[in-house]
């Protein structure tokens, strides 16, 4: 199965229009200190289909660079291959090299 993957222009356009579900499976440390707006934390080693929220929307999985979204998108396929997944293309390394706009809650 290939795993399918989106482009930060893609993921902008999208969240925009509110058509997908963006979850971050970096630690909370990596959250706290940048974010995509409107993006759900489930750190990859608390991920499970029961821990996704529930949506009708396609999913979008990010991480730093797209390694640990990758793997989280194979786990989750592995259990449910009816989802609709997809891998953010460079993960937030991407988006900010991009120049879109993230949160940086670091005090």
Request: charged letters at 25%; one cysteine or more.
């Amino acid at each position: 199965m290939t795993m399918k993957t989106i482009t930060v222009a893609e993921l902008k356009e999208r969240l925009s229009k509110d058509e997908i579900l963006l979850i971050d499976v970096r630690e909370p440390e990596e959250h706290q200190a940048a974010s995509i707006e409107g993006a759900c934390l489930i750190p990859l080693g608390e991920l499970s289909l029961e821990r996704l929220p529930a949506t009708t929307k396609p999913i979008v999985i990010h991480c730093r660079s797209d390694k640990r979204s990758s793997f989280a998108c194979a786990l989750l396929l592995a259990t449910d291959p009816t989802l609709d997944l997809s891998v953010l293309e460079g993960g937030i390394i991407a988006w900010q090299q991009a120049g879109y706009h993230h949160k940086n809650t670091t005090k």
